[in-house]
């Protein structure tokens, strides 16, 4: 009959007035952000980064610049380049995480934030000097090993470059670097 | 019944039973006809009782740097088939092929579309005109010589 | 006596708020009545197939997610398993399972954005079936956040698989969304599937014959409203789904009530295939050793499709053997589906023109790629 | 000479009061203006608060049946949000498109507010409580808010735009309309109640004629929900298929006028029925408690309004046209036929319809009525049956089959 319908579809919208609202008054209340979250703030471990730059090739955009000074003491120890420039021009990013699948070392990690909303573009260049300030709340996105110990990027704690690689952290002494082959991450 | 993609091989036989003319080579997926002779060959294709393509999926061009290739490829909802058509046009200047429209009204804004980045024109089509870029843009930017 | 009328040119959009994204019409009007219609395109033109051949095989798939931009895992699967034809390879059982899942959620995603914003579009004021549908495809994004650290540009299938296996609350909130969703549904249909203001706005208008339909190459949810039979993922398997039953709802007439009416029913057949992937899907691999940049043989080319959202969405590679296609060519449907705007406009009124193009559901970013 | 007008106020309490403190201090003429100025500030105000107070409640409304939240930034529960739009409107800039009728343009929010303040003139919130208490208020409300087409038409019209345009034509055919079923429907009324002032029409309502004339409830809702440009009837103004309608290029306070005279509309029209279907300021309560009930009368009618236009799609303009000429206006002439043969028979010698007779009409015209909508259905149901025969839910294995028959 013409018009059941209609009150059909009253009821439900009545229905729903009485529902509490499903909104989020976002900057009191949050929604639960997961772990594998590909968010800024790059976490960055200078000690396990070797300067390889698979990160700048990997990057869809070409977004990462690298400089690395073969010189110095570097060479010497033969365990990787000294690291001038790693510049991460953020307002171009789309986030795809491709720079952390491409690190062989566990050395870049996605972040979990997103507020880093910026006024000038030439702010948001993320420098190596951010990159070594910028808290180390890293995303699990492509680390399983962060995954298998239940680490939450939003619990606040930091990692240290020791706690976040999926080997023990003295790996490099009995290896080197560049001979280092690295396992699947799925046999983990 | 699935669809099934026919040997480009048996297309080439079938057409050239009807005309020896038609067509050029064939692989196992292809056949590569003559462009001067596609309009009878997609006549034929759609006609004919064992093929009735009468779905255009894609039109497609690629730039070979001495030659363009223009790939049609068809489906039947009847007989549940799949072939590709293609045809090498020589050359890279004044390109030109004739139009699928009047058998295909699908085939309408992709061939604009193959105007607009790769330069082919197509006879018969009722508007070539650019279709993503504006009119007046310079070159066509599918091609591999552009930039 | 005869009024003498004029005819009216208005060019609907780029500016306007419901042509899905920056989509121009040049509509002439006699009074309300269409007399002709032009889609303008190009507007969102990005370049993608060139951008294409710059990128190697992996990198790609990011490219893949801004096409339609509210189906990215799709667009994924289509991609991926167009290189995969291209190498040869196959994905692991798991991965197939994983992505025939993912992508079933990304259709139930993007039919409940068309269905709302056809809804919309409709007149419903302020969106009360949008915001519905909006509930319920939250709950998707979420499990997407979950799966892959994002909730629109996925980039979660990689070519030989899944980039990462699925976080065990992944199958948790999966089992409750299945549970829940069903009820989320009903209620949406309630709220207006068989509403009698609908029925008379949407019933016999604009209509599209199956001659007419397969000789403009529409696909998808528009081609089988039309009546024709016509699913890839039965038609031509790909993934997981010859190995799960589902069933594929035919319209009749192919009028803005059918394409409607087969999005609502999809949506139920999409979470029984679901339900199947969870009960089939086994422990293994999700993704083959590939290496980091692939290289096809020389000359090689594929053409990897599946049944998108929108309709067929597939992609063309030609291989010279180097780390980027010399060819990638999307055939996306939303721009081939276009191509029946104007049959469908001709005739009826402003009301129906926004109507019949929200009901073919088009996504600017895949228009203009 | 001014205060040969004082007869025609006199009735008045407030005015009288005023009036009687002021002309102690001035002459009678200047009295009565300043007065008259303090009445119109008064009811302006009114009217501004009001319907400030209906856009943060309209909106509140629909979140919730969106199950969204809605304003609730600024200040308790958003109820400061009304003041920061109106503050974000002022300061934009005064547009005025190129190739527009300058002069029209500027009027036409006048043009559209003047109408919704003067019917609030004649609205009666208790016995005495109005401004002015006409003994034609019906006529008067039905002639004045006619005068809002003008407004529409000359909005579309002057913007020099073409969806502007189009919202005027339509507003205009839709208020044409539409105002026939809705003059229909309050005359009945008017017969029943035997008068057409708004007080005498209250007076009389010793069963609320909700109940008395459901159908003309029903045809005067749905006439008034067009003529304000509200779902399912918003036309005029459909934001999906002509951006704003007439108001597409009016922004900052001009459209702030337009939407506020909107919203007041609504609750002119809420009050309106409160007022002629609802019984007004009668109630269980006390009597010095009228005010309360007019007020709860109302809101319900916002929520109903509200309820209606957060659900129900839009109708096309042609299948308007249609409903008002074959659907409202045959109900609201059969409404008029039944009331009148009614009060024909059920007369008493003084001409006055007792209780018992309203209770027996009130059973004769829900019957009417509930035949009336069954009959119309009938002759509309073949075009909404939800079946169809063509449509069907193919399982895999007849999809593959299918093919194999050819």
Known sequence: ??????????????KNFSKKPVTIQYPEQRVSQHPRFR???????????????????????????????????????????????????????????????????????????????????NDMIITIDDLRNSPKNPSTWYRPQLEAKNYDPRSGQQLSWKEVGRESWNWHKTEKAGMRITPDPKQD | MLLKDLHGDTVANRLSEIDPEWVEKSDFMNVWIKPESLIDVCKFLMSDKDLVMDYLNAITAVDFIDHFDVIYQLTSTV???????????????????????????????????????????????????RLLLWEGFEGHPLRKDFL | MSIRTEPMTINIGPQHPSTHGVFRLRVTFDGEDIIEAEPILGYLHRGTEKLAEERNYVQIVTLTDRLDYTASMTNNQAYCLAVEKLLEVEAPLRAKYLRTMTAELQRIASHLIAVGFFLQELGTFGGTPLMYAFRARERILDMFEMLCGARITLSYMRPGGVFWDPPSEFWSSLDEFLKEFPSDLAEMEDLLLNNEILMVRTREVSPLSAEEAINNSVSGPVLRASGVK???????????????????????????????????????????????????????????????????PEGTESYGKVEAPKGELGFYLFSDGGISPYRMKIRSPSLINLSVIDRLLVGWKLADMIVSLGSIDINMGEVDR | MICVLEGFYQTNIIYRTIHGSLSGLMPCWSATIVTGIMFSLFLVNIFLVSTALMTWGERRLLGRFQTRVGPN?????????????????????????????????IVVPILIMMPVIMVLGVIPLAPGVALADLNVGVL???????????????????????????????????????????????????????????????????????????????????????????????????????????????????????????????????????????????????EYLGWFWILIKVL???????????????????????????????????????????TFILKGPNGQLSVADLWIMCVINTIITVCTVIVLNKLISNKVDPLRSGSKILSQRELLLDGQGD
């Open chain 4, 300 to 342: 319900v009618c916002v929520f109903v309004f509200t309820w209606v236009r957060a659900t129900l799609p839009r109708l096309r303009i042609d299948q308007i046209m249609a409903f008002c000429w074959k659907g409202l206006l045959p109900m609201s002439l059969i409404n008029l036929l039944a009331v009148v043969i009614e």
């Open chain 3, 230 to 296: 016509m699913d890839l993922r039965v038609m031509d398997p790909y993934d997981a789904y010859s190995m799960v039953d589902f069933d594929v709802p035919i319209g009749s007439i192919g009028d803005n009530y059918d394409r409607f009416w087969v999005r609502m029913q999809e949506v139920r057949q999409s979470l029984r295939i679901i339900e199947q992937c969870v009960d089939q899907i086994e422990p293994g691999d999700y993704r083959l050793d590939l290496p980091k940049v692939l290289r096809a």
């Open chain 4, 73 to 105: 930034r600024w200040g308790p529960f958003g109820l400061l949000q009304p003041i920061a739009d109106l503050i974000s409107l002022l300061f934009k800039e005064n547009l005025i498109p190129r190739g527009s009728d300058k002069i029209l343009f």
């Open chain 1, 1 to 14: 009959m013409y018009g059941i319908e209609m009150v059909k579809g009253l009821l439900v919208t009545l």
């Open chain 2, 79 to 129: 007989t549940r088939k799949r072939i590709v058509v293609r045809s090498s046009l020589y050359g890279r200047e004044e390109l030109s092929i004739d139009s699928v429209t009047s058998l295909w009204s699908g085939a309408n804004l992709q061939e604009r579309e193959i105007w607009d980045l790769m330069g082919i024109t197509f006879l018969g089509h009722p508007n070539m005109k």
């Open chain 4, 140 to 286: 008067y409300i039905l002639a004045i808010t006619s005068v809002s087409s003008l407004g529409i038409f000359i909005a579309g019209w002057s913007s020099n735009n073409r969806f502007a345009i189009f919202g005027a034509v339509r507003g205009v055919a839709v208020l044409i309309s539409y105002e026939v079923p809705v003059v229909i429907s309050l005359l009945g009324i008017v017969i029943i109640s035997g008068s057409m002032s708004l007080l005498d029409i209250v007076e009389a309502q010793a069963i609320p004629f909700l109940m008395v004339q459901p159908m003309g409830l029903l045809v005067f809702f749905i006439g008034s929900s067009a003529e304000m440009n509200r779902t399912p009837f918003d036309i005029a103004e459909a934001e999906s298929e002509i951006i704003a309608g007439f108001h597409t290029e009016f922004s900052g306070i001009k459209f702030a006028i337009i939407q506020a005279a909107e919203y007041g509309a609504m609750i002119v029209t809420s009050a309106i029925i409160a007022i002629v279907f609802l019984g007004g300021w009668s109630g269980p309560l006390p």
């Open chain 1, 39 to 121: 968010g800024e703030e790059f976490s960055w471990y200078e000690e396990r980064c070797t300067g390889c730059a698979s990160c700048a090739k990997y990057c869809p955009l070409g977004i990462i610049e690298i400089v690395t000074d073969p010189s110095d003491t570097a060479v010497k120890q033969g365990d990787k380049y000294k690291l001038e420039k790693f510049d991460i021009q953020l307002f171009r990013c789309m986030f795809c995480g491709l720079c952390v699948e491409a690190c062989p070392y566990d050395a870049l990690f996605m972040g979990s934030g997103f507020e880093e909303g910026k006024y000038t573009r």
